[in-house]
């Protein structure tokens, strides 16, 4: 969070799951991503959802913090990622 901004800051919560914020202007200062609309890659978040039943609605795949995550694998190795310029981003 007191990375420049566009810098991913993940972090575990309740030693299980992961949180994923982008840091922003001012010292301190992140937004906590708490929830996404999939569109794309269903199949795929459903996959890494281990939990996710094939009847579950789509707009509950990351309908959270930790969903999010869990859906997107973003883990501990993703903190501190430039969003802005790293290549991963830019092959979306």
Do not use: W
Request: charged share 20%.
């Amino acid at each position: 969070m007191f990375l420049d901004p566009g810098t991913a800051y993940v972090y575990r919560i309740y030693q299980t799951h992961h949180c994923f914020n982008i840091s922003s202007l001012g010292e301190g200062a992140a937004t906590l991503v708490r929830a996404l609309e999939p569109i794309e890659g269903l199949q795929v978040m459903r996959k890494n959802r281990a939990g996710a039943s094939k009847n579950m609605k789509d707009t509950n795949l990351c309908s959270g913090p930790g969903k999010i995550c869990q859906a997107l694998e973003i883990d501990l190795a993703h903190d501190g990622l430039d969003l802005i310029t790293h290549e991963v981003m830019h092959s979306i």
